[in-house]
């Protein structure tokens, strides 16, 4: 009988581009729109969208100033957003370091991150 | 490797880039900060020193409210502009930042209470010196700016000197502060200054 026991995958952290634009603002205290476009060399319309995602799961708050074509949008990450992306890191530390037993087990983690 | 190793080494090669893309990118630093506190920190207890020495007048004890309304704004300034320049602010900066509004904070209670106390010609200087030094110390830890901390080190030695002029040698405090100031606040600001752009232009 296999011990292992697959930790819970995050599913809205589970995408390359929320993953990174959670990893970026993590390491800063703030940063806004337009940088984040730049270091996750992501396109406007995509960025949005991922943040908002990210903003309705409560894990960045966004401060907008201005309106119009010159507003400004300043991310944060949340608490939340700290813990979960914590756990999504260990969780894949934890499944890159231990022994996955066969192949059924593997198919299990598929089903998992989908 | 199997499947979910190969998954999760990819997952885990997108965090550690990106941590690495934006830690190589904190090109925003306290370098307006030591320069917008050092110039008028100088600047004033230099003009205090000419008050008391030259002039003889005895508003010197209050031209130290000069340091908060020349660097408040200044400061202010500088940090907005950086901001729009960079588009983000490190944890480290904001501490920083803090920490400096802190000792300004401090420096301001110290002018005032010394001066009603009439305790200003013995201790001012003195207190004012370490607190510069500590927080140019401070800033060099959290920045892991090896000559900052040595600068800060430096000032916050020399500060104890002001203890040993007193009586009709005190107004030379004003030039020790003022040596202080230089040390740990212009040097270091000037030194990050020429850091950051040299790895500015090796970068792009």
């Known amino acids: ?114 | 490797m199997t499947n979910s190793q190969e998954y999760t080494h990819q997952e885990l090669e997108i965090i550690n880039r990106m941590r690495g893309k934006v830690m190589g990118r904190n090109e925003n630093s306290g370098v307006n900060l030591f320069m917008v506190w050092g110039y008028p920190t100088v600047l004033v207890f230099l003009l205090e020193f000419a008050a008391l020495m030259i002039l003889q007048k005895h508003w010197y004890e209050w031209l130290w409210v000069g340091i908060p309304l020349l660097g408040v704004p200044l400061m202010v300034h500088f940090q907005r502009k950086d901001y729009e320049r960079t588009g983000h602010r490190t944890l480290d900066s904001n501490v920083a930042l803090q920490m400096w509004i802190y000792i300004g904070a401090a420096s301001a209670f110290l002018g005032f209470f010394t001066g009603i106390a009439g305790v200003y010609p013995v201790c001012y200087c003195f207190i004012q010196g370490l607190l510069i030094g500590m927080g140019s110390f401070l800033t060099g830890i959290i920045s892991r700016f090896r000559p900052m901390t040595t600068c800060g080190i430096i000032g916050s030695v020399l500060s104890f000197a002001c203890l040993f002029l007193q009586g009709d040698l005190w107004p030379w405090q004003f030039l020790i502060v003022s040596v202080i100031s230089v040390i740990a606040l212009i040097i270091p600001g000037h030194l990050i200054f020429r850091y950051v752009k040299q790895f500015n232009s090796f970068n792009s």
């Open chain 1, 1 to 114: 009988m296999n011990s292992f026991k697959f930790p819970v995958i995050n599913p809205l952290l589970h995408n390359e581009l929320r993953l990174k634009i959670m990893v970026a603002l993590d390491s800063l205290e703030s940063a806004n729109f337009m940088y984040l476009c730049e270091i996750t060399d992501a396109t406007r319309g995509n960025l949005s969208i991922q943040i908002k995602t990210l903003q309705e799961a409560g894990y960045l708050q966004v401060d907008k100033s201005g309106s119009g074509p010159a507003a400004r949008s300043v991310c944060r990450i949340t608490r939340k957003g700290h813990d979960a992306l914590l756990t999504y890191e260990q969780g894949l530390r934890r499944l890159f370091t231990e022994r996955v037993p066969d192949k059924e087990t593997q198919q299990e983690f598929k089903k998992t991150i989908k």
